[in-house]
């Protein structure tokens, strides 16, 4: 999918539906006089070479549709028509019946191929805009921007922005995610009005990237932040506060690309949100990577000191509405601060450190597990990084601890992202038997995240998938995801693959997945994750109360 806003059929399909090309228009008009050449001196069309004449007919309908079709047919009919002799040598003509039935013939032809190109133009289109435009706001998204990359590398806007919306999460918790998208829209249509010339695009869902000249930049700059002092977006008549951070880079530089120029205006967005302001100016000590340091020297200590700990995130079993498993989940203890996983595990993945981390992971879960019950008749699942994978003697070493246990065969399976899988599949795909083999059941994780897996599963030796957070929170807003998340469900069913959706947070979304034959539900609509002994409360109670 990464290549396809660049690929030839792209190019073909969207540049040629903007369709006026005097080039194409010129090769195509020389192509009809050759082919009338042709035919006249090769006797007329007594013989079979006026068939050439269908190469133009199926070039210009391919490009114009039904309509350029029918015209080219009619062109190409009266060329081989009235003015053309049926044989040349003795200048019989032909009878009338003849070249119009053969100008049917090509207008026939003409607008069916237009028709059938038409139709692979707009499906093309479609898949197009839903490819390069964020799916709940229509704003131009990030592959958008990498789509123009290589065109605006030289241009004269030099000036990045990035737009933070700070207080997202208590936007959505006020309004949800289908009007929050709308806010989103109408941020968009004001930085469109104010901005001359600027093209914005929506990296994430509280994230806008700008990219204007310094002429507008330097005209409408003050002007942009009094619009979001003064203006209130109202939404279902609700007037909202919109706490925004911007980070500016200004310039670029040979050895400073575009991207480059994009993060540098991140990270003022992070330096501005961190110190309450509205805006900041990049500045090079800006320095993030000495923060990172930091936190990762403390890591090692952090397993020593206990400040590691787990918590377990239940998961359901749709068809019997029973706990049947928890994901471990990782948390960080720090100064008395939690830090998420997101925010140390990437950190970790740079280094060895995660392989400690999952070692560490995998006894701590082996030391919960009877805490949770004394019947082996749950399973945790444990997240495994893509760097332990090049770890063997990690596998060994999880495989040996989860042996010596006896827990294998639905106790403890782990869990590994589409990205993971995916970035090297023949290594995965032997690691993958390896632990299949040890009886340990193994699931992916994200799906739907990452690159399309869809067509590697039947060869990956795997009892589950879990169909990523975001995608499952999207099934209403759009239809194409719930089209997506239900053939996802019936392809895995297929190949005996159970489906657990990740995200679920309504009772609407549960039964909508039940309906759609989803195996497993995990998210916050059951609970949150909770530490070992409230998650074993949780289940007792919950599987009680569902039995009764
Ligand atoms: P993941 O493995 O996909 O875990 C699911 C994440 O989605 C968890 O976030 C969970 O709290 C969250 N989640 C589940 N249901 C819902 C819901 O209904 N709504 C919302 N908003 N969120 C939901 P968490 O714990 O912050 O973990 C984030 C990611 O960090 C995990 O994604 C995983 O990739 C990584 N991670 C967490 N623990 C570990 C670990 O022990 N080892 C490794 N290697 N990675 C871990
Ligand atoms: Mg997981
Ligand atoms: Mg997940």
């Known amino acids: 999918m990464k290549i396809l806003t660049k690929s030839f059929w792209t190019k073909f399909f969207i540049q040629t539906s903007q369709r006026f090309s005097p080039v194409f228009l010129s090769v195509v008009l020389l192509m009809l006089v050759l082919v009338y050449f042709f035919v006249y001196f090769t006797g007329g069309t007594q013989n079979a070479y006026l068939h050439a004449m269908y190469i133009p007919i199926v070039f210009i309908s391919a490009v114009y549709g039904i309509k350029g079709g029918l015209v080219i047919g009619v062109i190409a009919g009266l060329l081989l028509g009235p003015i053309m002799p049926h044989d040349t040598t003795t200048i019989v003509m032909q009878d009338t019946i003849n070249w119009v039935y053969r100008m049917l013939y090509f207008m026939g032809v003409g607008a069916l191929v237009g028709f059938i190109l038409d139709r692979v133009r707009y499906q093309f289109e479609t898949i197009h805009e839903l490819y390069t435009h964020a799916t709940e706001t229509g704003i131009p998204n990030y592959q958008m921007y990498l789509s123009k990359f290589d065109e605006h590398e030289s241009d004269s806007a030099d000036v990045s922005l990035t737009m933070l919306i700070n207080n997202y999460e208590d936007i959505v918790v006020l309004i949800g995610r289908e009007q929050y998208a709308e806010l989103l829209k109408k941020i ?11 093209e914005i695009y929506q990296v994430d869902t509280r994230k806008l990237w700008i990219e204007l ?15 979001f002092e003064d203006e209130t977006f109202v939404i279902n008549d609700v007037p909202l506060y919109v706490d925004i951070a911007i980070g500016v880079y200004i310039g670029r530089t040979e050895d400073f690309s575009r991207l480059d120029a994009f993060r540098a205006s991140e990270i003022a967005a992070l330096h501005a949100k961190k110190n309450m302001l509205k805006y900041s100016i990049y500045q090079s000590d800006f320095s993030y990577p000495h923060h990172h340091l930091e936190r990762l020297g403390s890591l090692p200590m952090a397993i020593k000191n206990k400040e590691l700990y787990l918590l377990y995130h239940p998961i359901v079993d749709l068809k019997t509405d029973q706990v ?24 970790a993945e740079e280094t060895k450190l995660i392989d400690s981390i999952t070692e560490w992971i995998v006894k701590e879960v082996i030391a919960d597990y009877p805490k949770l019950t004394s019947k082996n008749d749950v399973m945790i699942n444990i997240n ?20 010596e246990e006896n827990y294998k065969d639905k106790t403890i399976g782990i869990e590994m992202t589409e990205s993971t899988v995916m970035l090297n599949l023949n290594l995965t795909r032997t690691l993958l038997t390896t632990l299949k083999e040890a009886g340990i059941p193994m699931a992916i994780d994200d799906f739907g995240t990452g690159y399309s897996t869809l067509s590697c599963l039947s060869e990956l030796p ?26 996802i469900i019936n392809y895995a069913h297929e190949l005996d693959i159970e489906v657990v959706a990740e995200g679920i947070e309504t009772e609407r ?37 569902k039995k009764s």
């Open 213 to 227: 000249s310094q002429k507008s930049f330097k005209n409408n700059y003050v002007k942009m932040l009094q619009r």
């Open 324 to 347: 049947v498993a928890f994901e471990a989940l990782i948390r960080w203890k720090k100064d008395g601060e939690v830090i998420n996983p997101l925010e140390f595990i990437p950190l």
């Open 188 to 198: 968009y249509a004001a930085l469109i009005e104010v901005l001359d010339g600027a």
């Open 462 to 487: 795997i009892d589950r998938l879990k169909i990523d957070c975001d995608f499952v929170m999207r099934m209403f807003q759009d239809k194409g995801t719930e089209s997506l998340v239900k053939m």
């Open 509 to 545: 979304l549960e039964k909508a997945l039940k309906n759609l034959g989803c195996d497993f539900g995990q998210g916050f609509y059951y609970a949150k994750p909770l530490p070992i002994d409230e998650a074993k409360a949780f289940m007792i109670a919950y599987n009680n109360k």
């Open 384 to 403: 495994v990084s893509q760097r332990n994978l090049y770890n063997p003697s990690l596998i060994e070493r999880i495989i040996e601890l989860i042996k």
